[in-house]
């Protein structure tokens, strides 16, 4: 079992900057992919960064290509800059373990394992 916990979303208004964590509580599961997602109210959670953690290899969706960054140690990490009002949503990490993804990693939501519970951005114009 891997329980992930978000945290370090908040209210920002256009051009800000936010940084979110997701570590791994009470494990030391080796995670090989990590993932992080938002979903906005009505719409279906997509995904933004994916990370390998052997390689570090990242790939990103292209809404946040060049604003976003994906990072990983003992934990996994995304930079936000230049937030714009349509990058508001609840983000959430994944983990993917027991897979391999030949790109590095994985944007579709269906290939994560485990989900941590959210933490909410809002960006203001």
């Known amino acids: 079992q891997v329980q992930l916990v978000e945290s370090g979303g908040g209210s920002v208004q256009a051009g800000g900057s936010l940084r979110l964590s997701c570590v791994v509580a009470?494990?030391?599961?080796?995670?090989?992919?990590w993932g992080w997602f938002r979903q906005s109210p009505g719409k279906e959670r997509e995904g933004v960064a994916t990370?390998?953690?052997?390689?570090g290899k990242a790939f990103y969706d292209d809404s946040v290509k060049g604003r976003f960054t994906i990072a990983r140690d003992n934990s996994a990490y995304l930079q936000m800059n230049s937030l714009k009002p349509e990058d508001t949503a609840m983000y959430y990490c994944?983990?993917?373990?027991?897979?391999?993804?030949?790109?590095?990693?994985?944007?579709?939501?269906?290939?994560?394992?485990?989900w941590g519970q959210g933490t909410q951005v809002t960006v203001s114009s």
């Open positions: 990370i390998d953690y052997g390689s």
């Open positions: 009470a494990s030391s599961r080796y995670v090989p992919y």
């Open positions: 994944a983990a993917a373990v027991g897979k391999f993804f030949p790109r590095g990693g994985s944007l579709n939501p269906n290939d994560y394992d485990y």
